[in-house]
């Protein structure tokens, strides 16, 4: 889904749509087995899921499996920062606990 600003947002299956994720900058959060979020941002969603995955992530190492729940893409890195500093607050936890 892209609004009006140029963001596409939504859940995304990392076999589904990887190729349009690699050019852009993107916001994820995972769900880890413990049930909690990880809310992370890179311009590589295939490079940092396979160090998510392989054990290269203090936080997600002793929390797998994890599921990718929620991107969001953005075309510069400073939105993409800005969006993953409100998911982390705790207004957006409210928002990422509505939407998911």
Known sequence: MVDPSGRQSG???LTS??????SKFIVYVLLCSDNTH???QTNNLNRRMHEHLNGKVQYT???RPLKLVYTE???TRDGSVKKEK???SRKGRRYLNKVL
């Open 11 to 13: 859940c995304a299956s």
């Open 17 to 22: 749509r990887t190729g349009a994720l690699d």
């Open 38 to 40: 990880y809310i992370g």
């Open 61 to 63: 190492k002793s929390r």
């Open 73 to 75: 893409i953005f075309s």
């Open 86 to 88: 409100f998911l982390k």
